[in-house]
């Protein structure tokens, strides 16, 4: 609409999104385009980082993330303008124009701690052997789940590298089990799976605004399910994980 300023888009699941599509509709409407790559550290796309394509990138370091140090994150730009007005919104307003402690507006306290960004950088610097773990893992399900024509694993498409933080599968209209039964039926086993994300457009925040027909999204909300992926999962693991999803969507 007129009153849109930015595209923020996510790399879901470690997954890289169609950069020269979103960045053409950014550029045809003058739009910022600011990455969610929460959870893409280490992903490329077309031979460029995730997170660092759009005017600003995002990564996070929250225990489920490839770089774990507990919570927080980093901002990255290349936008001097951009990166400033962060600085100043991430550390209390403060601009010790007038004098020292001194801030001009009110801002938020988003410096992170010195322990987790310690750790955060020792993880950074391991992040290529962290996504080759999780690729293995995302080959584990692939060679198993691939049985089963019902089921499609979400992959990385052509010139892109997914980390594959979240080994992510799609089930058919043939699967007549709901994805939220499913992932109820593996928890019973003990097998910690995450049901896809709700669509955000039907979040009573957004009640007022017009309602957008998603059919993508409404379809993935019902069928989409994230397995298991903990760094320290074995092939035995992703055995279990497949034979048991076999069975509860027989």
Known sequence: TPKTKAIMLVHNFGVPAEMDEILAIAKA????????AAPALGSTYKGVK?????????????????????????LITNNEKIFHRATILASMGRTDRVAAFWSDEIGYQYTIGSLPAA?????????????????KHFEWYEQRL?????????????????????????????????????????????IHCRPAFPQMSLFPVFEKEKR?????????????????SAHNLTE????FVCKSLFEVIK
């Open 119 to 135: 750790m955060a950088t020792i993880q950074i610097r391991r992040a290529d052997e962290l996504v080759a773990n999780k690729r």
């Open 50 to 74: 995730c997170g660092t394509i759009g005017d600003v990138g995002c990564i996070s370091f929250q225990g489920a993330k490839i770089a774990a140090s507990s919570e927080g994150g980093v």
């Open 236 to 239: 035995e693991d992703a055995d």
């Open 212 to 228: 957008f027909d998603n059919p993508v999204a409404k379809k993935f909300m019902e069928k989409g399910i994230v397995l298991p």
């Open 146 to 190: 691939a049985m089963d024509p019902r089921i499609t694993m979400v992959k990385e498409k052509k010139d892109t590298y997914a980390n594959y933080t979240y080994p992510s599968i799609w089930l058919s209209d043939e699967v007549k089990v709901p994805a939220p039964t499913v992932v109820a039926k593996l928890k019973q086993l003990n």
């Open 29 to 36: 409407y003058r739009l910022l385009v600011i990455e969610d």
